[in-house]
């Protein structure tokens, strides 16, 4: 079975960086994509960054890209989802998940419906 457990949230001021890590484990297949996604109270939950196969090929949000990096270090089981130039629209909850025999790519990688594990969720607050 396999496990999330996210850390790194916490508030910030807009402009402001934070980096959130997902440690993974029990996997059961190599052919896994990974997410970070986020929910504001009120909205749905929509994906930020996906991540296939270890890096190879990654896609991000209009709304975060070049202010968002997601990656991953194997050896640790850990992903990173590193933000930057926060804003107070990036308030929400983040959650990491697991699409654990990955078939997609692209936009696909941040289609929550695709994934079937999920973290607890980390909570980011970016004040104006």
């Known amino acids: 079975q396999v496990q999330l457990v996210e850390s790194g949230g916490g508030s910030v001021q807009a402009g402001g960086s934070l980096r959130l890590s997902c440690k993974a484990s029990?996997?059961?297949?190599?052919?896994?994509?990974m997410g970070w996604f986020r929910q504001a109270p009120g909205k749905e939950r929509e994906g930020v960054a996906g991540?296939?196969?270890?890096?190879?090929?990654?896609y991000y949000a209009g709304s975060v890209k070049g202010r968002f990096t997601i990656s991953q270090d194997n050896a640790e089981n850990t992903l990173y989802l590193q933000m930057n130039s926060l804003k107070p629209e990036d308030t929400a909850m983040y959650y990491c998940a697991a699409w654990e025999f990955c078939w997609g790519d692209g936009s696909e990688l941040i289609n929550p419906i695709r994934y079937d594990i999920w973290g607890q969720g980390t909570q980011v607050t970016v004040s104006s």
């Open positions: 991540l296939r196969r270890g890096g190879i090929s990654t």
């Open positions: 029990g996997y059961r297949s190599s052919e896994h994509c």
